[in-house]
């Protein structure tokens, strides 16, 4: 079986690792967008510094194992594990990698991480039936998807107000000055914790492929060489940016001070964080809109361009069954051969 399945597991690793350099160019704009947009960092420095930040994720891991509960959801969580063939993992990429290049050539934020989940759904679906879904996994999953940006709207906005109050008899130069060191601080946070998170995804999605081939057995355990790989490949992908969906985070949703693009990030920090240690599958793009959002209607309802929010919405809403259909559709092809 080994044999046989050799060169179909390493195409298809292949095709995860460049589903996670996908992810780390079209989710660039997460964790630097606000750095970008308030001028804070040049585009060149910022990317450089999210990449690193996103690789460092990895030292994290190597200090608390525990923090790979999110691989375990994406490869054992949504579909059976005993019921995932080379054939549903190629759907699910494919299909995840479709919707991220449409919405990254039309500047649009739109979730990597669900584009995954719904390729996963849609090729273990047409492989299986319904009865292979893991409910459990799926369901804490959608309802992050709604959680996520609304919680992390009304942290950003709580941390805005808080310190505001707490810089009240500051002098403007002396907050903006301390404002400046503490979004540096929040921005590098959150590229940690996007590493963190989307990383785990495609190491999930490449562990489930190792034991559905038969090079793994026994307990659900993400290998070294695939954990560090995986990280170094979202950190190269992250370091080729991705400025259209920049553009959209950092300035049209709302115009950001040095003062919201903390708040935005450290909201953002914690709500991954906080996924991450609970197993969620979040995602990192829902969470920062919800919080620059958060951030923007701290200051007034008005700061934030409605129009630009909604879109970024239905975008969302979409992300799911777009990416399962095309999932199931390239797994319907793999039959063929």
């Known amino acids: ?7 179909l597991l390493v195409g298809l690793i292949a095709v995860a690792f460049a589903f996670d350099f996908l992810n780390g160019l079209h989710d ?4 630097i967008a606000t750095v970008v947009s308030t001028r804070l960092l040049k ?36 579909i059976d594990k005993n019921l995932v063939t080379p054939g549903v993992v190629f759907g699910a990429l494919i299909g995840a990698m479709f919707w991220n290049v449409v919405t990254w050539l039309k500047g ?8 995954l989940v719904g390729g996963i759904i849609g090729a273990g679906v047409a492989h299986a039936g319904v009865a292979g879904i893991q409910w459990t996994g799926l369901n804490k999953t959608l309802i992050a998807i709604v959680l996520s940006p609304v919680l992390g709207m009304i942290l950003s906005m709580l941390i805005m107000l808080v310190t505001s109050w707490m810089f009240a008899r500051t002098s403007n130069r002396a907050a903006e000055k301390s404002f400046r060191v503490l979004h540096i601080i929040s921005s590098g946070t959150y590229s940690l914790s996007h590493g963190l998170n989307d990383a785990q995804k495609t190491m999930g ?8 081939t038969g090079y793994l057995h026994g307990k659900f355990e993400v290998p070294h060489w695939v954990a560090i790989s995986c990280y170094i490949a979202m950190g190269l992908g992250t370091l080729t940016g991705g400025w259209k969906i920049i553009e959209t985070m950092g300035s049209r949703i709302t115009k950001l001070s040095q003062h919201q693009g903390f ?17 969620i599958p979040v995602s990192t793009t829902h969470t920062i809109t919800g919080c620059v959002i958060g951030a923007g209607v701290a200051k007034r309802a008005s700061a ?33 051969f």
């Open 43 to 78: 585009p060149v420095h910022a990317v450089l510094f999210a990449g690193v930040f996103n690789f460092a994720a990895y030292f994290l891991t190597i200090a608390f194992p525990s923090l790979h509960k999110v691989a375990e959801t994406i490869g054992q969580g949504l």
């Open 205 to 212: 999605i490449i562990t489930v492929l190792l034991f559905s």
């Open 263 to 279: 708040s935005a990030s450290a909201g953002g920090t914690i709500m991954v964080f906080t996924a991450s240690l609970l197993g």
């Open 28 to 31: 660039a704009a997460n964790s």
């Open 1 to 7: 079986m080994h044999d046989l399945a050799f060169p």
């Open 108 to 115: 649009i934020p739109s979730s990597s991480s669900h584009a």
């Open 304 to 336: 934030v361009r409605w129009g630009v929010a909604s879109d970024v919405v239905v975008a969302w809403i979409v992300t799911i069954p777009a990416s399962a259909a095309v999932g199931a559709l390239f797994y319907s092809l793999t039959l063929l």
